[in-house]
């Protein structure tokens, strides 16, 4: 596959994984907007803040933003579908890293309170890509070993397709 067909599914997809439902009212002709015009066009924020490709090149997983949220949205390269997405609430998706194959691993940052930028509490959770199933894996309500601790994930482990490094904190 070349590099402009990528960046052209990678284009296409990522405009897939952002659309909002359409209405019947909207169906109708009363759209709204759909551009920015003038000075929006230049000040609007990113809709799409990181995105990585697994090593092999058969997945792509974006973040995308929405009403100030973060949301992960993951995409078969090869067929140019959304093969799953994750949307976790009242959290937002931070940094995130490939742990193999077929799964991605999340920290969560919560973005209430007073404070501008988004908070890292140690938790991390796993997602499938291929089905959008996933688990806490890391922090106080993983349900597996849970401890009261946070983590940041450092990265992955050579030839270990099921465990990732993560750097660790305890709450007390």
């Not at 003038?38 to 929405?66: M, N, Q």
């Not at 993951?74 to 976790?88: Q, T, Y």
């Not at 009261?148 to 990732?164: C, N, S």
Request: net charge positive; with cysteine; proline share 3%.
């Amino acid at each position: 596959m070349s590099l402009r067909s990528v960046l052209a599914a990678l284009a296409s997809s990522l405009a897939l994984v952002s659309c909002k439902h359409v209405g019947s009212a909207d169906r109708q002709g009363s759209l709204g907007a759909s551009e920015p015009r003038g000075i929006a066009a230049f000040t609007r924020h990113d809709r799409f803040v990181d995105a990585k490709i697994l090593p092999k090149g058969t997945y792509l997983a974006a973040i995308s933003v929405e009403g100030g949220r973060r949301s992960l949205g993951i995409i078969d390269l090869a067929n140019r579908k959304v093969a799953s997405g994750f949307r976790p609430a009242p959290q937002s998706v931070g940094d995130f890293y490939w742990a193999n194959d077929t799964r991605v691993v999340v920290e969560l940052w919560d973005e209430e309170g007073t404070l501008a930028a988004p908070v890292n509490h140690g938790e991390i959770y796993a997602v499938d890509a291929t089905g959008g199933r996933g688990e806490m894996i890391f922090g106080y309500r993983a349900t597996k070993d849970s401890e009261y601790a946070g983590g940041v994930i450092i990265g992955r482990l050579r030839g270990d397709q099921r465990r990732v490094l993560i750097q660790t904190a305890e709450f007390r």
